[in-house]
């Protein structure tokens, strides 16, 4: 199995996939470290209950020092463009991303071009944390089975675009694509 090597890029997008507690955005967290700092942290979640809450105090102990952090639940695209286009960038995370847009029944294709436009424009290092949801059971309910597909297809436009995708298994990192040069 090759190492990973996304601590070698200067530049470009990178697509951390994977499970619920896979170990994604420690891993992330990791490969954003190994830039030269201040790194900006993007946080999508919203602290709804008791749970999310503590995930939330877990996630920004375990960062420590160095980062500046940013609350983005649903502007996203404007928080990237807000940030300096050299800056190192961690996204965490784009499926809490996707809920709260669901949830508040936006266009998911239009904030989603959005994104990508946001993305684009970027020339630091961006690494962005999604869950992999497809891996399970078909959902049995309309609503969940719509968030399912709308988080794949998001998760295929984002890896089309990126310059690695990494999958995050049991805590290993195992590259999916690398087009570094």
């Given at each position: ?17 994977g ?5 994604k ?27 999310m ?66 993305l684009?424009a ?24 719509r968030?399912?597909?709308a ?6 436009r ?24």
């Open positions: 199995m090759r190492q990973h090597a996304v601590g070698r890029l200067s530049g470009g997008l990178v697509l951390v996939l499970g619920a507690r896979s170990g955005s420690r891993f992330a967290e990791a490969e954003v470290r190994r830039q030269p700092a201040p790194w900006a942290y993007i946080a999508t979640a919203e602290p709804r209950d008791g749970e809450e503590a995930r939330i105090a877990l996630h920004r102990a375990r960062r420590g020092e160095g980062w500046q952090t940013h609350e983005a639940p649903l502007d996203l695209a404007g928080c990237l463009t807000a940030l300096p286009p050299e800056q190192p960038v961690l996204v965490d995370c784009l499926t809490l991303w996707l809920t709260n847009h669901l949830l508040a029944e936006h266009d998911l294709d239009a904030e989603g071009a959005a994104l990508e436009s946001a684009a970027r020339a630091g290092l961006t690494v962005c944390v999604a869950n992999e949801v497809g891996f399970g059971i078909v959902p049995d309910n309309a609503l969940a089975r968030f399912r597909d988080a794949g297809l998001l998760n295929q984002l890896a089309a675009r990126a310059r690695q995708v990494v999958l995050v298994v049991a805590g290993l990192p195992l590259i999916v694509k690398d087009e570094t040069p």
